[in-house]
């Protein structure tokens, strides 16, 4: 297993043979090679032959499939003010052995990323490692839910979306102005959906292993009366807006009955909703303590459904890094959040493909095209001529998931011990090689 | 090597084991009746009484069970400031597996950290109460007390009364009398119930009246206004009118019936004090003493089988 030297600035030239080519946009697959020169995606056809470039570097991607580079759109990178868990080179190293080439990250760090200067300041640290980081810059400043960052500043600056992830603007108006304003710059909005009131002191998902393990419940209405707000809002605003980690069902529910509508709302969910119900909280392991909170099995149930039928738009890992410091605690003391960059693949195949039947076109389009489309991004597509941003994966493959392969400077993930499906293979980012896994 | 033998709650007991525990306690009993109450059976063996959350009661129920049972006892201070809790008692967790010890007692007040201890270190651990989560012991005591004073457990009619949603009481004794085929009626407001009512296999009933006149025990659980996370209870004067036992409600109960409560009585609020000025003449009815004494037998069985 090793790493690409990120720091590199020369570009390579690579030769994929025999892979499958899995393309999201036209929900199809095939078998090819593909050439990159110079980092660049010169051609995608059956039994290319190369004889102009030497120091080609070969791949057999035989039984394998070659994918856009994925996509995630929700991200906590910890840099700046506490690298000590995660910082944007060891996140880009997290999300090349998770097969992602892109990334969103939210702005809660410390400072906030409320200002031009820090957005420039994440653009140029990725940069220096060329990986593509996109800042979501905070809707307000501090994430204090008082007063409205400089959104056509950040805008203008390079901020790809605006959200007040990890806690959400409780006040009403203010999300008001935030979206009539937005809206003259086209500001997406990636909305963390949470009423205080009904989660403030709460733990875990409100339900029947709420009551009986004796931990505070966050009910499904703390994230349904925001969405429904949020809706409401948008409808009104005209602004996009676009709902992270859907965790219950009534939020798919009313998110399609928005779209039916003609609001202009798009919706991600996390691996864990789709993955685990809050039966698992029974041995009270603080890895599956996260925000919003694991929901019950009807809950995942319409997660899977909302996915199926394009309600649900996007998979994102909301990989959000904490030292075993913050987990090693009660359940009531510990920190919200998992790591997810290295799981996003996986998880999504192992759930959706080998036992939702998903299509594996339908699933790569939920974690490249689609986010790439909502944050209008590049990405998410093969195409001849663009930037190579690959991901080569194996299905096939079948591991008990372990602490000790994870590459995040955090361990928190909720899959260890999980029997997952699939692997990264090789993660081509920026025209260079970034992971091998061989 | 056997399989250690925690008891974080009672789930893992079977109706038999219970039955068995129950006959075990009564002979525990004999012994505290006697002059010199203390026998050997677990002499040479250390156990630590480890409280992270403040309660005279249960430890010093739980030092008598030790020391009647001639075992070496530490109490172990672990109090720690909400700054450093986390570790702290990590740390506290670590120096006390280092030490000799054979059994650990421990409460403490967020749900389920025991069971991550229980994980952590190679002697038994008994819970001690956990959070809103499990008190294992007080509902074996519980349990003892009514088997003491029915001829049949089974049918046998309870009302829990007040605030379910904060107390490990509450669920521990709800599982347990509903295991040994006790008729179980939960009596609370919406507010001091857990939103997911269904899990607990209980009737439900919003107000005492509606239970008093039919039941054959009454138990009263603590009601902490000035503790509650969420504050949604309206007021005293509402929770007298409808949860509180008073005299008129004492006077109409069924005639064998059995009035408990765990411990101590905020007199006023749950029971009134008229009532409580009759626990003393009244013990034939009035249990609460009676669970207080049981709870050292109780406590000695639990202990001797763990370490057995
Ligand atoms: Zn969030
Ligand atoms: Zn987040």
Known sequence: MNFGNLKSKSKENILIRNGCIINPKAQEKYKADILVLDGIIKEIKKNITCESADNIQEINAEGLYVCPGFVDMHVHLREPGNEEEEDIESGAKSALRGGITSMACMPNTLPVIDSCYLVEYIKMKAREIDYNVYPVAAITKSLKGEELSEIGLLVNSGAVAFSDDGKGVQNSRLMYEAMRYGKQFDALFILHEEDDNFSNGGIVNEGYYSAILGLEGISNLSEDLMVQRDIMLSKISGARIHITHVSSARSV??????????????????????????????????????????????????????????????????????????????????????????????????????????????????????????????????????????????????????????????????????????????TIVNGKSGFSNS | MNKKKDILSLDEFGVEQISELLVQTDSFAEILKRDVKKVPALRGKTIINLFFEYSTRTKVSFELAAKRLSADLINFNASSSSLNKGESEIDTIQTINSMKNDLIIIRHGDSGYINYFAKNVAVPIVNAGDGKHEHPTQALLDLYTIYKNFESLTGLKIAIVGDILNSRVARSNIKLFGKMGMDVTVVAPSMLMPENFAGFNTKFANNIDEVIGDIDVLYMLRMQFERQERKYYPSLKEYNRFLSLNLARFNSMKKNSIVMHPGPVNRGIEISGEVMDIKISNTDKIKINTQVSNGVAVRMALLYYALS
Not at chain 1, 283 to 303: C, G, H, Q, V, W
Not at chain 1, 394 to 400: A, F, K
């Open chain 1, 253 to 426: 529910e009313l998110i399609y009955g928005a779209k039916a509508d003609g609001v202009n709302i798009t919706c991600d969910t996390a691996c864990e909703y789709l993955f685990f119900n809050d039966s698992i909280l029974t041995n009270y392991d603080t890895n599956f303590k996260i925000k919003p909170p694991i929901r019950s099995e009807s809950d995942r149930l319409a997660i899977v459904e909302g996915l199926r039928n394009g309600t649900i738009d996007a998979i994102a890992s909301d990989h959000a890094p904490h030292l075993l410091l913050e987990k090693n605690k009660s359940f009531k003391e510990a920190s919200f959040g998992s790591v997810g960059l290295e799981t996003l693949f996986k998880a999504s195949l192992t759930k959706l493909f080998y036992e939702e039947n998903l299509s594996l076109e339908k699933i790569v389009a939920l974690i490249s095209l689609n986010p790439a489309k909502i944050l209008n991004i590049e990405g998410g597509e093969l195409k001849t001529g663009s930037i190579a941003n690959i991901s080569v994966v194996d299905i096939e493959s079948e591991n008990i998931y372990s602490k000790d392969s994870i590459i995040s400077k955090s361990k928190n993930s909720s899959f260890i011990g999980q029997k997952l499906n699939g692997e990264i293979m090789y």
